[in-house]
């Protein structure tokens, strides 16, 4: 698949790019402010491909050079215990973990396997340095399992808090490499760790949210949805640490309301965060572009408090061009913060109406859909979709032995010089950190 077939654009300056030949594009040259890149394809309306697997039979809509045989995409149906109990009428749920009998079959039980593709589909060819991915967790699990698969060489960075999320159901492929920054670290710390190591010779930046491939990966939630619903849905529910599902979900929407035949209405945003730390919550509802100060000290105390870790980004791409406070502005969109036991009554709630385990993040998520409902926020026969972005890890444990990854490098700290990083990978300790 050649990169003429999408080009990147400014959100800001609408500036359009062709993609790089032996990198990801990540950036826009014009002298301005920061701001996203978007991918702009040429050809519509949207002709799915059924000669492609999984989320891959969206491929025209992805800025990929190559096509991955899997079966992982979203599995979307519509709810009757779930929906009848919170007093819905048309409630969709977007189920992105492992049901096999619904169609999910997502065997790290996150949604990040819809990132995780794209992106390794979008490396150009014949491009051997290693992919750096940081993580909170759910990413990183889904990027070791992806690249383990299909051999795609890659280093994954994570705070020593998300190593026990760090697991398993295929081998670890000798090419797929896990860093750990030991100590109270957290994802930005893990970020920021990551960026030094992709400055190194044989090593690229994956990007995070600045990477097209994920974003659009993300996107296909709601193209799953559209194609099992008929039309764009006016809610759209999902729990946010980095807000860059919320971004993905606002884009797709927006390149069905050009294509036109699911509907031209804005679907409404809805993102939801888990007290204490709800910096974008706290953000939107002062009609702030710019998030509240915050020490870090107290950041990473409120972090470790809850119920969801992944939900953590301390710099999130909430105020950028193209961000999520240009995706809620566009959208007449909401933010909400839910509190742990908000959630874990959500997820009580849900495996016993509907029969599978969430994931805290999905918890999160329904979470504030109960509380949008109870407020009045949504009318009862409006078309409701929420993203479950996490679940069936029960299940799984039933059917697949699933392995704990030991990490090949250790970090003491973020601060350390490129030489320094340099020596540790190549003598990298290999042992589970006290």
């Known amino acids: 698949m050649e990169t003429d077939s999408y080009k990147l654009q400014c959100a800001r300056c609408g500036k359009l790019h062709a993609d790089a030949e032996d990198r990801f594009l990540l950036h826009c040259d014009e002298d301005h402010g920061p701001a996203l890149l978007r991918s702009e394809y040429g050809q519509e309306p949207l002709t799915l491909q059924p000669d492609h697997p999984g989320l891959f039979r969206y491929s025209q809509w992805l800025p990929i050079r190559s096509v991955f045989d899997t079966p992982v995409r979203t599995a979307v149906f519509r709810s009757e215990n779930l929906a009848e109990r919170i007093g819905l009428e048309n409630l969709w749920l977007a189920f992105n973990g492992y049901w096999p009998e619904r169609g999910g079959v997502m065997e790290t039980c996150s949604f990040k396997e819809l990132e995780a593709f794209p992106v390794c589909a979008r490396r150009p060819e014949g491009c051997d340095d290693t992919l750096v991915v940081s993580s909170a967790g759910n990413t990183g699990r889904a990027f070791l399992q992806t690249c383990s698969r299909h051999a ?4 994954i960075v994570v705070p020593e808090a998300a190593l026990p999320a760090m697991w398993l159901t295929v081998e670890k492929h000798p090419e797929v490499k896990l860093a750990v920054l030991q100590g109270d670290g957290d994802y930005l710390d893990a970020i920021e760790l990551a ?5 190194l010779d044989g ?13 659009d990966g993300m996107g296909t939630v709601v193209l799953a949805a559209v194609e099992a619903i008929g039309k764009v849905p006016d809610h759209y529910f999902q729990a946010v640490g980095s807000g860059t599902g919320g971004i993905a979900a606002w884009e797709m929407s927006r390149r069905l309301n050009r294509e036109g035949r699911y509907g ?4 409404k945003l809805h993102l939801v965060q888990n007290e204490p730390f709800a910096l974008m919550s706290d953000a939107w509802a002062v009609e702030s572009r710019d998030l509240p100060p915050m020490t870090e000290k107290e950041a990473k105390d409120r972090i470790h408090r809850l119920h969801s870790g992944v939900l953590s980004n301390r710099k999130p791409p909430y105020g950028i ?6 995706a809620l502005t566009d959208t007449a969109g909401q933010m909400y913060s839910v509190t742990s036991e908000e959630a874990l009554l959500a997820g009580w709630l849900f495996e016993s109406l509907e ?15 109960v509380r949008a409902v109870r407020q009045g926020t949504i009318d009862s026969s409006d078309v409701v979709l929420l993203n479950l972005t996490g679940g069936g890890r029960k299940r799984l444990e039933l059917e697949e032995t699933i392995q704990a990854v030991q990490p ?15 020596k540790q ?4 300790p290999i042992k589970t950190p006290a």
């Not at 090593?203 to 995070?208: K, Q, S, T």
């Not at 031209?264 to 679907?267: K, V």
């Not at 990978?425 to 990298?428: D, M, N, P, S």
Request: glycine share 10%; aromatic share 8%; with cysteine.
């Open 152 to 155: 795609v060489p890659a280093l």
């Open 195 to 199: 960026a030094k190591i992709a400055e």
């Open 203 to 215: 090593y690229f930046p994956e990007g995070g949210a600045k990477n097209v491939a994920r974003r």
């Open 264 to 267: 031209s209405h804005r679907m």
């Open 321 to 326: 061009s193209g961000g999520v406070y240009d």
């Open 355 to 369: 029969g599978c385990d969430l994931d805290p993040a999905a918890e999160v998520a329904l979470a504030g859909l």
């Open 408 to 422: 090949d490098y250790l970090f003491a700290s973020k601060n350390i010089s490129h030489s320094q990083l340099e």
């Open 425 to 428: 990978l190549l003598h990298a």
